[in-house]
């Protein structure tokens, strides 16, 4: 049993107050303003992620932009969404679509122009949409004028980057400096003829790493986060935040002795290159200068960071907060949906995933959940198209922040068969025609499908950047709409139910209910409780909730799935449920 999962800023008995308010009346009735006032508007938010290239295309280009995004901002609303994060909106050359950025200040022109930005800007505040930016500093593009100042070893600019002389072999051949490879395979440094060093890309050769270890880098890149603070950004979601730095010894990484292949990212460990204790000081060091935008300019809401880093527990808890109380990330990305569970795990899998991070998070934080993002597969290809409604439905009724990525409102599918012709991935790229399916990302990226027009309404170009997947025609948002039943009415459902001062503040407990079955419920003493029930397995599934519910009186159906036997409102046994595959259910105790 966990206390509420969220700062509470009201005295407590006007929070006594508002419960009695809402005694009596359904708890999902009580409107949004009445919990908001105990809790700032990120600790409960679900987070969209867009992925602009594959949007909305305004322009016929085939690829997807600003203007496109504003297009679709009234979905957005229509849909309940609150905050969305954008992935790179910069300029850039795009070898990693957008996160080689060549100039931190400018918009990437086939994305639109700064005006079209603002035009975004202000729309979403009408709205009431906040915007987060993904903010890119590990590396920029080598087409960066930085990076072209360090390799001319311009006065100011020699160490904006990580330069090392060449190691000389036995027969006097120039060697990298050690056995550091890049997470896109192959070693992570690259011979500059100019320079006549090696510089570090963690990622690709297109992105080299700054050097976080001169305190010009760091000014520049808090003037970066200043520059989109006064444009009015609510926050930034930090990209490969945990590759910032890197051991200045240069000592070679240990080998994992998970593969033979010493250009994989895998065949060594990277004690040296990932995680180091800089990292949190300088995730402490954008807190603070978060904190301080917001108090100078507390007509704004306040600005936040959301930090990408695949990560051990311990460390991504010390995001939120250190051993000495200082804080850091508000939101440390938690993946664990995407890296610890999977078609396979059972009841008892995914409730251990749930505790470990509630366990883990110092207390008086967020909890965050992702279920999705554009570097891994959809929800439907991890865990199976019929397991779309179940795992939204886990990811919008647990305590704290959801972060969904685009297109999962309608279970979209990978686009698992595309050609290597149409791959343009760099790490599918780079391991080539034999193993790109392995590691290509382009199958979770492809467009947005609106409805069942050519190129599912995301274009009207010949040829779209990537292709749209086939299915379209019958998985779009319109047919979804029109449909009486749809996974997106039921993320819909969902993220109207979030609204309920339940979901925000009510106590948290989970168990399994069996090795298949697991639940878990939101309470207050003496009201509705909202109990969610999900069966993992591919087999139905016949359970007894009355233990875990404690004496229930009436259970009654708040959302059920797509292919559920189950309508809204039908009232359940709790002592002989019966639950099909993949079935998730949302329930009210009353
Ligand atoms: C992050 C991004 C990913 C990108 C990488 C390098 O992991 O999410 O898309 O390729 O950083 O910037």
């Known amino acids: ?18 419960l009695l308010l809402c005694q009596g009346s359904s708890m999902s009735s009580l409107v949004k303003s009445d919990a908001e006032d105990f809790i700032d508007w990120w600790q409960h938010t679900v987070f969209y992620q867009i992925y602009p290239r594959s949007f909305k295309d305004s322009n016929g280009d085939g690829i997807g932009d600003l203007p496109g995004i504003t297009s679709k901002l009234q979905y957005l609303a229509e849909t309940g969404i609150t905050a969305t994060w954008l992935s790179p909106i910069f300029q850039s050359p795009m070898v990693d679509f957008g996160y080689d950025i060549s100039d931190y200040r400018q918009i990437q022109p086939e994305y639109g122009t700064m005006e079209d930005f603002e035009q975004l800007i202000d ?27 360090s390799a001319a070893k311009e006065p100011g600019y020699e160490d904006y980057y990580v330069w090392v002389d060449p190691k000389i072999d036995e027969n006097g051949d120039r060697q990298p400096p050690n056995n550091w490879q890049s997470v896109f395979y192959g070693s992570a440094w690259e011979w500059h003829e100019g320079r006549q060093q090696y510089y570090l890309h963690q990622f690709t050769k297109e992105q080299p790493d700054l050097n976080y270890r001169n305190p010009a880098v760091v000014q520049a890149m808090d003037d970066v986060i200043l520059f989109w603070l006064n444009k009015g950004v609510a926050g930034f979601r930090i990209d490969a935040v945990n590759h910032m730095f890197e051991k200045e010894s240069l000592e070679d990484e240990p080998l994992s002795g998970k593969t033979k292949d010493p250009l994989s990212y895998d065949y060594t460990t990277h004690i040296y290159t990932k995680d180091l204790p800089e990292v949190l000081e300088m995730v402490q060091h954008w807190r603070h200068l978060l904190d301080d935008f917001s108090s100078k300019h507390p007509e704004g809401p306040t600005r936040i960071m959301m930090t990408e880093a695949y990560a051990g527990l311990t460390t991504l808890a010390d995001y939120y907060e250190d051993r000495n109380g200082v804080r850091g990330s508000q939101l440390p990305f938690n993946f664990h949906f995407i890296t610890d569970v999977n078609g396979d795990s059972d009841a008892r899998d995914f409730v251990y995933n749930v505790e470990k991070w509630l366990i883990y998070m110092p207390r008086g934080h967020a909890a965050n959940w992702v279920m999705g993002n554009h570097d891994n597969p959809r929800v439907a290809s991890r ?28 279970g979209m599918e990978d686009y698992r068969d595309m050609r290597w012709e149409d791959t343009v991935d760099p ?69 109207e139910l979030r609204k309920s001062a339940i979901m925000r503040l009510g106590r948290f407990t989970i168990e399994p209910i069996s090795r298949w079955v697991f639940a878990f419920k939101r309470s207050f003493a003496n009201f509705d409780s909202i109990i969610t029930v ?10 007894n909730l009355s233990e875990f519910l404690n004496q229930p009186k009436k259970l009654v159906v708040e959302v059920a799935g797509v292919e559920s036997a189950y309508q809204p409102g039908q009232s359940l046994a709790a002592i002989a449920l019966s639950l099909a595959p993949h079935e998730g259910l949302v329930c009210r105790l009353v």
């Open 534 to 543: 999900i069966n993992v397995s591919d087999k139905e599934q016949l359970v």
């Open 427 to 495: 790490p599918a790229r780079n391991v080539g025609e034999q193993l790109f399916r392995n590691v290509s990302r382009d199958p979770e990226r492809t467009p947005f499908q609106w409805n069942n027009a050519s190129h599912a309404g995301f274009s009207e170009a010949t040829k779209t950047w990537l292709p749209v997947h086939p299915n379209y025609r019958e998985l779009n948002l319109e047919a979804q709409k029109a449909a009486p039943k749809s996974h997106y009415k039921v993320y819909k459902a969902l993220i």
């Open 383 to 410: 865990f199976g198209p019929s397991a779309v409604d179940a795992m939204n439905m886990l990811l919008m009724t647990l305590p704290g922040v959801a972060v969904t990525y685009n297109g999962e409102e309608l």
């Open 123 to 149: 729309k979403a505040y009408e709205l009431g949409i906040k915007i987060i930016l993904d903010f890119v500093p590990n590396h920029s593009s080598d087409e960066h004028e930085w990076f072209k100042k």
């Open 1 to 18: 049993m966990y206390a509420p999962l969220i700062r509470i800023r009201i005295p407590l008995f006007s929070l006594l107050l508002a």
